[in-house]
């Protein structure tokens, strides 16, 4: 780490997340490293989420829903930071996550870098959903998830923007961008993000494996380029 701290964006968009809302931003504010850069954008909620948001010491920005993938992007585009992170409004993280990344990144600088993560159920949920699969709960493993990664903003220039024709899978898809581009990856061996599983989770979304399966088809299209 050097004397001063690098300014790190956290980006969180929100649809209708009220729900857990306030423990996500918790988990920023325990964060072990500062200064931090909170920008959370409210993707058309109707259940009060901007007005929580609005409680805490973070810049909201309001837009009517135009998806995940744009609520991202209008939030790295707000922000101001050279480090940029994202949190999904139901996960949570370790109060070291940002620190470890950027003391890597301060090391790595065009890496993308990961880390662990660990995926528990809600207990107000009745019953565990059907898209979780048995090795999802078995322990920490490593996250692809957008809560999960940190990168600089000149490698997210060079990636680009997340695509918003896939409204579950535009996570994926960058990550599949930035390694056709030859973006390295690294993964923190240590849990530093929680991942909340609940009745309401994008990953269960009718379309998710479809999309899921889109951006797989392109980018072995890419590869085959």
Known sequence: MTDVNPLVAVIVPVHNGVRFLAETLDSVFAQDYRPLEVIVVDDGSTDGSAELAATREVLVIRQEQ????VARNVGIAASIAPIITMLDQDDLWEPSKVRKQVDYLLAH??????????????PSIAQQPSWVRPEMMSGPVPGWMPSCLAFTRATYERVGEHDPQYAQASDTDWIARAKAIGVPFATIDELLVRHRVH?????????AHKQLLQVVRRAVWRQRR
């Open 66 to 69: 135009r998806g995940v993938a």
């Open 109 to 122: 600088p065009d890496h993308v870098v990961l880390c662990l993560q660990e995926f528990f159920v809600e």
């Open 199 to 207: 009745d309401t989770n994008d990953s269960g979304a009718p379309n």
